[in-house]
Nanobody, 122 residues
Framework: QVEVVESGGGLVESGGSLRLSCKAP????????MGWYRQAPGKSRELVATIKNVGSTMYADSVKGRFSLTKDNAGNTVYLVMNSLKPEDTAVYYC????????????????WGRGTQVTVSS
């Protein structure tokens, strides 16, 4: 696996839930941060949530209390559970993996997924 693999997008009614998954490429041996960004039509890409390798998380104010980001025990897959979805959550969601291909990182690199569409109908 050489790409960031995203899954879980789709169409949901307002108030519904979705879960997005993201798996890091196999060649990334050290991961510092994984997270999700989103881009709505006509808008710039914005941070949704991130999780550090130690487990600390950060959320955009617009999703706090509704979205939850977790990672698996191996630390190379993250899950974004999105509850109480609103039409304004409609966007293409992109997974970001920040890390390197060695066991110790002297610098880290950003690896982006291709994006998965989330559409929330009113």
């Amino acid at each position: 696996q050489v790409e960031v693999v995203e899954s879980g997008g789709g169409l949901v009614e307002s108030g519904g839930s979705l879960r997005l998954s993201c798996k890091a490429p196999g060649h990334i041996l050290s991961i510092d941060t994984m997270g999700w960004y989103r881009q709505a039509p006509g808008k710039s890409r914005e941070l949704v949530a991130t999780i550090k390798n130690v487990g600390s998380t950060m959320y955009a104010d617009s999703v706090k209390g509704r979205f939850s980001l977790t990672k698996d025990n191996a630390g190379n897959t993250v899950y974004l559970v999105m509850n109480s979805l609103k039409p304004e959550d409609t966007a293409v969601y992109y997974c970001l993996v920040n890390g390197c291909s060695t066991s110790v990182c002297y610098r880290t690199y950003d690896y982006w997924g291709r994006g998965t569409q989330v559409t929330v109908s009113s």
